[in-house]
């Protein structure tokens, strides 16, 4: 079992940045691939950025160039560095953890609110 708990959300002017973090507890860390997700009011939630157990990452074409994900396995840590923030950026930010053989995992969410 994972847990998850974010942390660094709050309110920040357009081009301002944020960093965000997700620290998880439980076993075998480096073997899940770690993501983090948004959810705006009215809209679904959307995959921001991904990174895989050997560190490859994916981003959103709406982030590219802006944010930033990395991991840290040894202190069971993923950020998101967000730079250029835009108001279309708020939302509540979701860490998630998956792995195959033991499924996928949230946190709790925090919320990112960027004005314009």
């Known amino acids: 079992q994972v847990q998850l708990v974010e942390s660094g959300g709050g309110l920040v002017q357009a081009g301002g940045s944020l960093r965000l973090s997700c620290a998880a507890s439980?076993?075998?860390?480096?073997?899940?691939?770690m993501s983090w997700y948004r959810q705006a009011p009215g809209k679904q939630r959307e995959l921001v950025a991904e990174?895989?157990?050997?560190?490859?990452?994916n981003y959103a074409d709406s982030v590219k160039g802006r944010f930033t994900i990395s991991r840290d396995n040894a202190k069971k840590m993923l950020t998101l560095q967000m730079n250029s923030l835009k108001s279309e950026d708020t939302a509540v930010y979701y860490c998630n953890a998956y792995w195959g053989p033991r499924g996928t995992y949230w946190g709790q969410g925090t919320q990112v609110t960027v004005s314009s």
């Open positions: 990174i895989s157990s050997g560190s490859r990452t």
């Open positions: 439980g076993t075998l860390f480096s073997f899940y691939s």
